[in-house]
T-cell receptor, first 109, second 115 residues
């Protein structure tokens, strides 16, 4: 079967750095996405990785290792508004998105 | 502002009733999707449509039906609602479904409670 694993919840301090991990086992791979979802709102796109390595976009970076079936989202200089759930998703061989359950990130002052 | 609009935003429905959740996009995207989101579970695909006139079943299609008469609209129908269909429903769209790097855009969600 297809599976995406992420930690359920993480806590970090304002101004710090946090890394959210995602491991996947899917039938085929056509890219990995990270989305942010604030409570009661829709998911919004953060990043896309299809090749191994690090993609940097402002305070957020995303890393992919296809051989290990592993990705992480790195958030720097954390702000209170970063409190949200972060969803990892993989496009499988049929180009359908398979979603992890999400990681709820709690930022403390 | 371009995007996806869902209606209603929330609904309480009696078990056994029929209900249609509406979804409209104005981005001219080819593909549209219906997901349900339940606590502790990832988004699960109910049905999808890669282009107007075609639909396909996702991971959890039972009890739901869809139609795609045109590019913009993708309604989801619950023929006879059951309490296990209590969930938050998200409609999404993307361009070029056969490409890897096309992101999905989501509507604001419909919170449905079946009692």
């Amino acid at each position: 079967g297809q599976n995406i694993d992420q930690p359920t919840e993480m806590t970090a301090t304002e101004g710090a750095i946090v890394q959210i991990n995602c491991t996947y086992q899917t039938s085929g791979f056509n890219g990995l996405f990270w989305y942010q979802q604030h409570a009661g709102e829709a998911p919004t796109f953060l990043s896309y990785n299809v090749l191994d390595g690090l993609e940097e976009k402002g305070r957020f970076s995303s890393f992919l290792s296809r051989s290990k079936g592993y990705s992480y989202l790195l958030l720097k200089e954390l702000q209170m508004k970063d409190s949200a759930s972060y969803l990892c998703a993989v496009k499988d061989s049929n180009y359908q998105l398979i979603w992890g359950a999400g990681t709820k990130l709690i930022i403390k002052p | 502002i371009a995007g996806i609009t869902q209606a209603p935003t929330s609904q309480i429905l009696a078990a056994g009733r029929r209900m249609t959740l509406r979804c409209t996009q104005d981005m001219r995207h080819n593909a549209m999707y219906w997901y349900r989101q339940d606590l502790g579970l990832g988004l699960r695909l109910i049905h999808y449509s890669n282009t107007a006139g075609t639909t396909g079943k996702g991971e959890v299609p039972d009890g739901y039906s869809v139609s795609r008469a045109n590019t913009d609209d993708f309604p989801l129908t619950l023929a006879s609602a059951v309490p296990s269909q209590t969930s938050v429903y998200f409609c999404a769209s993307s361009d070029s479904p056969g490409q890897g790097n096309t992101e999905a855009f989501f509507g604001q969600g419909t919170r449905l409670t079946v009692v």
